[in-house]
């Protein structure tokens, strides 16, 4: 699976919006940008995903670059409920269907 | 309803045991993981499993093995427990159609020390 490379950390201020940043620039044309989190104590839950065009769910929205070598997840009011560790992972067709994760983004937000 | 269910969630056993983690997945999916997330908190696939083929990630031992009786479950079977393998260990899902694009739904994760 095409690489991602994300910020170990960041903060963000309580009912603010947070941008994060997952760049992959070997990303083939058939890959699929994934993104999870996991909440302290909890399995990782999936947040959004997209190929080509920005995507927006209940959850979040998802801005892909016009080279697709890099994304962000937006959380357009952050709570103290979205601190949690942010992964960003591409998915293609691979034996298994396996889905690879990365280091993540720990989210920290302030009251 | 939980769509992954593990159990036990906590489970302390001393060296060189057998034991078993149950997962169970009422979302009508057909394909179901093992993934290990060990103390620096990388989550590792283990194994991948549908009704056609087991995928296997080369770095896992072979005292470990999944075992499915059936499209809803898949359960992971650990021989010989090593101080090694205490880690969390999640149970996934997902449909193997369309796979680029159906997300993953995860257990919440069985707790496992080995004393």
């Known amino acids: 699976d095409a690489k991602t490379t994300q910020p170990n950390s960041m903060e963000s201020n309580e009912e603010e919006p947070v941008h994060l940043p997952c760049n992959h620039s070997?990303?083939?044309?058939?890959?699929?940008i994934h993104w999870y989190r996991q909440l302290p104590s909890q399995g990782p839950e999936y947040v959004i995903h997209?190929?080509?065009s920005n995507v927006n769910n209940r959850m979040a929205s998802l801005a892909i670059a016009e080279d697709r070598k890099s994304s962000t997840l937006i959380l357009h009011r952050a709570t103290l409920r979205d601190a949690a560790v942010y992964y960003c992972i591409l998915r293609n067709n691979n034996a298994g269907n396996m889905l690879t994760f990365g280091g993540g983004t720990r989210l920290m937000v302030k009251p | 309803d939980t769509a992954v269910s593990q159990t036990p969630k906590y489970l302390v056993t001393q060296m060189g045991n057998d034991k078993s983690i149950k997962c169970e997945q009422n979302?009508?999916?057909?394909?179901m993981y093992w993934y290990k997330q060990d103390s620096k908190k990388f989550l590792k696939i283990m194994f991948s499993?549908?009704?056609?083929?087991?995928?296997i990630n080369e770095t896992v031992p072979n005292r470990f093995s999944p075992k499915s009786p059936d499209k809803a479950h898949l359960n992971l079977h650990i021989n010989s427990l090593e101080l090694g393998d205490s880690a969390v260990y999640f149970c996934a899902s997902s449909q193997a159609s369309g796979q680029r694009n159906s997300p993953l739904h995860f257990g919440n994760g069985t707790r496992l020390t080995v004393t």
């Open positions: 979302l009508g999916h057909d394909t």
């Open positions: 997209g190929l080509t």
């Open positions: 499993y549908n009704n056609k083929e087991l995928i």
């Open positions: 070997t990303i083939s044309g058939t890959d699929y």
